[in-house]
């Protein structure tokens, strides 16, 4: 059985229709919960509420906040053609996706997923400064010796991106990895890559930062999913044409209750006007080859308690996409 993609709304047996935030007070408020239906008219099969919650992380301080939402109830499925029918959407998207370089489907029904390509594809990009064509490497580079066989043009690289971004916009969707897992393995040359290691939601921002430490040599281009907070042009006068989509900062308490790290997420891009189709409070995908930015440290008395000096770490994650097809909006 698969998990079907998150729901914000219901209905009960009546039809009565509940979103999820009202659930969520009736929970707080110790209210009964109605038994749940899919409110597709097409479906109507159970369904149930899943509180707002937490999740510990191994060897971190800080949890993941998990939102309130509807899921399947045990053993149920949405109908063929429901909107929440997980199964078919991936079925859309593998159908879209021929080219055999990049979705490679196996003896066993599986496809395997050639995250290489998309790897060179994006740093032959960045290297010839988002020319039309990838520029070969220069002989005797190290990109020059690697055995690559295959590369992408640009616009073979802008629908094997599509095709990425809408599989992780599923992935995000859904309750958790298991139906994209089982339909897809993520290949890196010889390596398979476990979706959890792919996709990084705010709470785990953190990891990012690890790894992409520079001793670390990490190359995978690598999924986050962020709430936009605010665009930010450059100033009259500026030197610059970069505008910077930022979003919603990571907080980790740590052991040391004086100290609180920010894990701060941007985008940035010459064309203001791309990055503001993003809406602040919308939530996206943003695929591709994340870069750390410089970490900044700032003192200052703890807001309620002024004998404490409080220490604010700020670390930022920064992508430069090379094509609009690493940005997608989530629902
Ligand atoms: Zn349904």
Partial sequence: MSKGIKMLSAVDAQGVSYTVDELQTRYENA???????????????????????????????????????????????????CRYDAPGRLKLILAAASDPNFMHALDDGKRELRLLILHQGLQDLT????????????????????????????????????????????????????????????????????????????????????????????????????????????????TYTTTYL???????????????????????HAEDEWLRQFLVDSQLIMFGLWKRGATSTSRKPHPYDESR???????KLRLSPMSKRQLAALR
């Fill in 31 to 81: 209210q009964s919960i109605p038994i749940l239906f899919c409110d597709d008219d097409k479906c109507r099969h159970a369904v149930r509420f899943v509180k707002w919650h937490t999740q510990d992380r191994k060897n971190r301080v800080a949890p993941v906040q998990v939102p309130a939402y509807i899921g399947l109830s045990r053993g149920s499925e949405h109908v063929l053609g």
């Fill in 127 to 238: 290297a010839s400064g988002n020319a039309a064509t990838p520029a070969p490497p220069p002989p005797g580079s190290t990109a020059a010796q690697r055995p690559t066989g295959f590369r992408a043009t640009k616009e073979q690289l802008d629908s094997y991106l599509r095709t990425t971004t809408d599989l992780l916009a599923l992935r995000a969707a859904c309750e958790d990895d298991e139906l994209l897992a089982a339909n897809l393995t993520l290949k890196l040359g010889k390596h398979t890559i476990a979706w959890h290691d792919f996709l990084y939601e705010s709470g785990r921002y953190d990891e990012v930062w690890d790894k992409l430490a520079p001793d670390s040599e990490y190359e995978l281009p690598l999924a986050l999913i962020g709430t936009v907070r605010s665009h930010k042009a450059p100033p009259a006068g500026a």
């Fill in 246 to 268: 930022n979003c919603e900062s990571q907080l980790n308490r740590t052991d040391d209750p004086n100290r609180r790290e920010y894990f701060e997420v941007s985008v940035s």
């Fill in 309 to 315: 000096v409080m220490t604010y770490v700020t670390h």
